[in-house]
């Protein structure tokens, strides 16, 4: 879309040129009012999209911990097992 094009179907451009006539007015207002509608969507839509991010983001934190926390446990078993000490077994009846 061009500059000039996107300025002829800009909400302001209507307004300003529909006071020709009285249908351009509410032309005008009816296009204005969507324009409204559609940006409110679009912030709603945005805003939900903010929060699954953080959702996201905190689920992710999660997952990294338990990769280093479960890496540091692995590392250590390792080391155990060429020390060659035993790692005690844990029996059904603890």
Partial sequence: MTAATARLN????????????????????EEQKKWRERRKRIRERIRQLDRRRSLLRKELDGVRNKILQYGRLLIDLQLGSRAGTTIPSIGPGR
């Fill in 10 to 29: 800009s909400p302001d451009h209507l307004v300003r040129n529909a006071f020709m006539d009285p249908s351009g007015v509410l032309l005008a207002l």
